[in-house]
């Protein structure tokens, strides 16, 4: 991935505060903010500013660690970065100004369907839990704060009929990474987490000594989470042996993962970054295998699920992408 700088908090670059300033005057910053270290936002986020620091003339972009996809809209819609990794459905919510985005409505507009977020009930064969009901009475954790896991993850709790306020030993607000240790521990039974395939944190977890991984299903709960919030979730299966010692696939809920800028980046900026994360696919395929997800037939407007910025929209289509 090489060496990526990680700074504060960028403005979104003066692309956006100063649009009159041309690229090659080599005073740009893009910061682009991505999530926790053990996802697959980060490492393909520090892959993306790689070459777009390489490749357009006087720009440097850094990328960001953050809790994830509801954070990194409300920096966005702050202008405090350019560009963002985020989910659907929390994309959704932040363009209409719903839930945690009630009031402050976020102008983000997509330009990349990138892949597919797997959402991962994560537990050991030694706690007995093999459905999100059994669940109830324990130590989990619904993700970091500012994430989308912990936005689905509450959306899959409250369709299997539990009350996150109520029903839980313990309800924690952990990464991937933390809730990992905190099981290998033995401080918690269980955990979600949103994200590509493998994650890192899993990973880990299922390669521990003495440790036997239990993905729970729970694609039955899909259709009643749709019903509620509107198609941005479907099934999917996480293959058996995707994690060391995984035995059998996992029935899961998904949803797709955007990149997005602001509705006022400028267009000429747009299609630069476009190309070069279109063009690139294969360098950030080396960084994490989802990226090879990234495909053309994945551009679809249903699939965004937010608006496309106009230049972004216009690439797609030049490149033979059927949007609708």
């Known amino acids: ?107 983000a507009r997509a330009i990349a369907v990138i892949y597919t977020n797997r959402m991962q009930a994560v537990t050991t064969a030694a706690t007995g839990i093999k459905s999100i009901p059994d669940m109830k009475g324990k130590r989990i954790s619904t993700g970091a704060p500012g994430s989308a896991t912990e936005v689905m993850a509450l959306r899959l709790i409250e369709a299997a009929g539990l009350d996150p306020a109520k029903d839980f030993r313990a309800r924690e607000r952990l990464s991937p990474a933390e809730s990992t240790n905190a099981v290998k521990d033995g401080k918690l039974d269980a955990y979600f987490f949103v994200s590509g395939v493998p994650t890192s944190a899993v990973t880990d977890l299922a390669a521990s000594p003495g440790v036997q991984i239990q993905m729970i299903d729970h694609d039955e709960y899909t259709a009643k989470i749709v019903e509620k919030y509107g198609p941005v979730y479907f099934n999917e299966v996480i293959p058996a042996g995707t994690y060391p010692g995984q035995q059998a696939d996992n029935k899961q ?44 037939e994945g551009q679809k407007t249903a699939a965004a699920g937010i608006p496309w910025h106009p230049a972004a929209e216009a690439f797609w289509q030049a490149a033979g992408a059927k949007l609708a």
């Open 1 to 107: 991935m090489g060496n990526i700088p990680r700074r504060g908090i960028f403005a979104a670059g003066l692309a956006l505060a100063a649009p009159r300033l041309a690229l090659a005057q080599g005073s740009q910053q893009l910061a682009i903010a991505t999530g926790t270290t053990g996802g697959v936002y980060y490492p393909l986020g520090g892959a993306l500013a790689n070459l777009i620091s390489r490749q357009i003339p006087g720009m440097s972009a850094t990328v960001e660690v953050t809790g994830g996809s509801v954070g990194n809209l409300q920096l966005l819609g702050a202008g405090r970065v350019g560009m963002i990794f985020s989910q659907v459905d929390a994309a959704v919510d932040a363009v209409k100004g719903n839930d945690r985005f009630r009031g402050r409505p976020v102008p």
């Open 253 to 296: 809920m998904s949803v797709a993962n955007v990149l997005a800028v602001r509705e006022d980046m400028p267009a000429e900026l747009v299609t630069k970054l476009v190309r070069i994360a279109w063009d690139g696919r294969e360098d950030l395929a080396r960084t994490h295998a989802e990226a090879r997800n990234f495909k053309l």
